[in-house]
């Protein structure tokens, strides 16, 4: 199983960035993708996720609102989309699959993870 994440870049404060996760190989057919990031220095934390065929999505408690999780089956590619940018977004941003399509946040049950993309958010 590969995942591969990308979309992020440097932005400004209250632009809006989609990233996109893209999963390949055996992934079966019902899985779950959560989306996590890290800030240099600081833990990993938990921004979203979503379930297999998309009935279910999960938030971080520190994403607000802002942080919209989607999915595109026929792709097999997972979106996270942020709106109205933060600095304190800054990030590596890495998504996840989980076998068990159970959702939530916890770690241990994402198996695979894909190599990140970094946001960058200038004031």
């Known amino acids: 199983v590969q995942l591969q994440a990308f979309g992020g870049g440097l932005v400004q404060a209250g632009d809006s960035l989609r990233l996109s996760c893209v999963a390949s190989g055996r992934t079966g057919r019902t899985y779950g993708v959560g989306w996590f990031r890290q800030a240099p220095g600081k833990e990993r934390e938990f921004v979203a996720a979503i379930t297999w065929p998309g009935a279910r999505t999960y938030y971080g408690n520190s994403v607000e609102g802002r942080f919209t999780v989607s999915r595109d089956n026929a792709r097999s590619t997972v979106y996270l989309q942020i709106s109205t940018l933060k600095p304190e977004d800054t990030a590596t941003y890495y998504c996840?699959?989980?076998?068990?399509?159970?959702?939530?946040?916890?770690?241990?049950?994402?198996?695979?993870w894909g190599q990140g993309t970094l946001v960058t958010v200038s004031s």
């Open positions: 996840a699959l989980d076998p068990s399509n159970t959702g939530g946040d916890y770690i241990p049950r994402y198996r695979y």
